[in-house]
């Protein structure tokens, strides 16, 4: 019963075939393949538009690449304190930017608050330089607390940002779990809701290694072939993050795995509801549940063979003495006869 | 017929297999699962010693991160001026140091000279802090003009680098290549010639994506997990790079992978040798030809379906008006008959 | 009446003539002067043990340069959220280091709680290298406040740093102001007290530009000189700040200064609370007062020719609908006369 | 008699008069004073045209941010390998930039060969981002050799940028020394000859520390500001450099002084050519003079007291055995009497 991660699971064996089946034969290297054109294609017509799309290793790459691409001199960006860029890159998007700062804006479930947002933005002023000067906003969707931003939420995030002419930046390492969840499109998830630049993930949701850059406006994507070079990212073999994406898009195959993922969290949810010694700490939308129990319930599990971690961005919920809060992550590699097998332990 | 590069192949079966093969199940992130653990004794084993071992998304990356491990403020890195962290690298190893100079030291055919790096080394003072200083030597192996250093020539310049204490980087994107060419160990080839951190590469030799820092002194290495993280290039799975190099090392598949790469430049160099209207601009040792042809010769074999490219560094070869040089790559997945075609074409 | 900062007073007629007495005759250039060199010395008499001096041209490189000098990959510096490295400096620490992150640690009228320091540091473990690691904490002597560090204080603060292994920065743009506030010796408001490495100001207090980074342990400076090179911090004629210093430390020229300046604040601060109309938002004490008025009172004050700027960080008071927080800044310019001129204004 | 370096000497009488009688009174800080406005408008004046003036601290710094100005991912800065920002700035370029590369370009005594340029230029292609790209040529009036780039030569190598979009910095940390030697006009000897940007140096020149970064194009300035600030360059004071350059440039003192320094240049030169132990290593035109001299003479005259240099960027001389070459640098405070004892001295 692993619930440590959705980056402990392997890949998916669609996507481990269709990557087996590009093994052989010769193709251009550094994204020039005919492969790398049809996925490209795939993704302009995922996002019903001309986006430009750049390879990455990582989705923390993916992050600081797309941060450095809008940063200027003095550079600040707002994220919400318990984002991944704040808390799980150490520091990767500061080095990439060359010493750009985060700054913290806070809002319950690790989502920002529009109004927030707007009374930090405004802090800055052109004409004290000493404080720097905003260059970004960078939401996560789904968020770190296993929440979804809704359309109307992106929309009003966005509309500051364009009220204050700064970029509006979209972490989707779990693009997926978020988009399945919302039932929309991802043209309306991202720039339909003032979206700029997206962090397109794939790893968590069954490829091996499959992360993308989605500019929206293709003009402003002249200068990341050289940033994604000069940061070691491009692929020579590029086509293996390709021939990923191939099967992932094919047949909606991304959709389903989400909409599994998902599915597993919420079996799981309903588990731990009807468990007298566990609960929710809160209601979460994707594919992370957060649960409340005492260390002794904690240890019994952890003897029984499940694996899971502690939460420590814990602000958000009530704990009683001798009480922590757990994430349990579920994939698309997850079973409902390992939840319903974790369901009895726990009942 | 296709000479473009050896990262226009794509994976070996064997590698792609066990990839697959690895699909399945749960294991730690980051490093952590039991596989990482074994291909990091198997690069133990390789090389007779303790070694610290990281993989990265690309042999840039491997490059950049190994000169920010030794970097110091005003660092300057010796490497040859045809060396790939000069010539195709878009800066990164300055990127990634924050701004180390990469200086050229010359040598016949993209090989150092041991002498006339001691002369560039002393040209540095500790009386004189405007100049910078010395912070590492970088040689390639084998070199951007498929020749190769002998385990003497490493040893010399190991020698000049330890008078004046300056660590030695292998930039070993095609490591193996050299290998079987010199026929000796990996660890004679390395440390015991006086390297002191090489770039480890699989990718060039039949692997989709698997290159990997190896530091010699594991007590030098304890900044590279931070280093590494902060520098995107830490896969959350990262056993799909494992299980590739653990495929790669089995029964010596790296070595005959690699003796195969060699054997078909050593077929095609035969060809031309023979052939009255191409000649070799020099001897080559890897897996790498450079072929002097006219201009109406290449204009014919580009005609014909041969895929290659000029070469651009080639102070090294005399030429008539109306010729250039071209490089032809071979690798794991070149075949005998591939070559002979091309020798019926040229003959 | 001018309270905008002590950075608009221009220099000590004594400091002045000591730079024009410097005038004439040759010396070595950067920093090898005798002049350079007494200074030098001057220094470890104050400090009472051999220190490392590097002038630098501003506070924030002195900031700056001192925390890249103990920065590691992941760095993360911790310091109160109204330091001037975080408010003031446009993001130098962090474009320095090459992007260190700046971690803010509260604690009441900008003086860091040393409890919530220690839980803050804890919060970084070695086995979670995600989050980056503790690289230093930096501490504002005088505050942004206008508060001064107890030695208590300081010395708790550097117990929290000695438990974790990380070094202790004192930004000391104020320094000569907190220093007779205190009345104890440079060594005791320093090292004595745990602090590893100095920003010493003295531009804030009657010089024109002359800052010093003071490294306390010499052996851990042999990277500085490269680094303020690099930085294009060492001045060609070095000794026009070293003959600042000269005169700035004769006959204690420093220390009355800062006295004056103090004196001046807590004069102002006396006409205050005896006038009706205007508080004191806290009691400071160095040379800084931050002044509850109303919009009409500081329109009244503004059309009378006192020049004083708006205080943002006001956390630290409570404010009645149509108040806000000034900030009023005296220095060794500031004379009686202006302030009692003050003081009959608000009567 | 010093001839070290025209650092060596301190600041002229004027100028630091009218630092002194600048002492009092107080001023807004941060380059916002009656005077710093006056000081700018005296460079629009100069350069007969509106210009972006911005003060900094060392002429590295000038250079360092003026190449940061116009950098891109992947940038690659053309200049003379025996250029300051290669040989004497400890990499600070490379720093501030973030990691762009110095390619050298040769020519003959320290001055590019237009046609050169252009062929390295040319090495770069937007099809291969591998190797970067061209973001800025830099060019040394007066040069490290003595030597001056007369009006076409400045302007045969601003037709080369433009022809290929890239924009061409002047390092003028001696502007005044060439300026008064080709009897032009500062705007003819930048802009109208197709300079950019320009590093405009007054320190060598009489000044205590008064550099200053003059973007032609103010359009093109509007980032500095907070690249400045970032690079902790703002000074707080910053009107005691605008006061240097208040009497640097009143009654034309700049040229006096450089005039007088070039021509104690000449006198010492007419003393070289009728000795029969030393010689010109070649023609300069500044305020350098390059002499071969034996290690013999060379004693003899370092024990008469006479301070200089060796040269090591020699390459353009023919040196006999026993011989060497040392630099010889005057500066406005050089006296006539002081020439002529050296003169006797080596007669």
């Not at 499959?210 to 990341?224: L, N, Q, T």
């Not at 293996?240 to 998902?262: I, M, P, T």
């Amino acid at each position: 019963m692993i619930f440590a991660s959705d980056n402990w699971a392997g890949a998916h064996p669609a996507i481990a075939s269709a990557l087996s089946d590009n093994t052989h034969g010769f193709a251009p290297a550094y994204g020039n393949s005919l492969l790398d054109r049809r996925v490209e294609q795939r993704f302009r017509d995922i996002f019903e538009r001309d986006v430009a799309v750049f390879f990455v290793a990582t989705g923390t790459a993916a992050n600081a690449l797309s941060l450095t691409a809008v940063n200027k001199a003095g550079g600040v960006c707002f994220t919400h304190s318990e984002a991944h860029v704040i808390a799980d890159e150490c520091g990767a998007p500061e080095y990439f930017t060359g010493g750009a700062r985060l700054v913290p804006v806070e809002g319950p479930l690790s989502r920002i608050d529009p109004a927030r947002l707007d009374e930090a933005i405004r802090r800055y002023s052109a004409d004290f330089i000493h404080a720097g000067r905003p260059m970004a906003v960078s939401i996560t969707q789904a968020t770190e607390s296993g929440t979804v931003y809704g359309l109307d939420h992106i929309a009003a995030i966005g509309k500051v940002c364009r009220e204050h002419g700064v970029p509006l930046h979209m972490d989707g390492a779990r693009f997926a779990n978020a988009l399945v969840r919302l039932g929309c499109s991802p043209a309306e998830m991202s720039w339909r809701s003032g979206v700029d630049i997206l962090s397109f993930g794939g790893t968590k949701n069954g490829c091996w290694c499959a992360e993308a850059i989605v500019i929206f406006d293709p003009d402003k994507a002249r200068d990341m072939p050289y940033l994604r070079k000069r940061a070691a990212q491009l692929f020579s073999k590029s086509r293996f993050v390709a021939a990923q994406f191939d099967a992932y898009f094919e047949n909606g195959l991304w959709l389903s795995l989400a909409r599994h993922a998902n599915s597993m969290t919420e079996r799981l949810a309903a588990h731990v509801e009807v468990s007298g010694r566990l609960r929710l700490a809160w209601k979460t939308e994707a594919n992370e549940a957060f649960i409340v129990m005492s260390d002794t319930t904690r240890d019994e599990l952890k003897n029984a063979g499940v694996v899971f971690n502690p939460w420590h961005a814990g602000a958000n919920a009530a704990l009683a003495p001798g009480e922590a809060i757990y994430r349990f992550v579920t994939s698309f590699a997850t079973t409902a006869e390992e939840i319903d097998q974790f369901g009895k332990l726990i009942a």
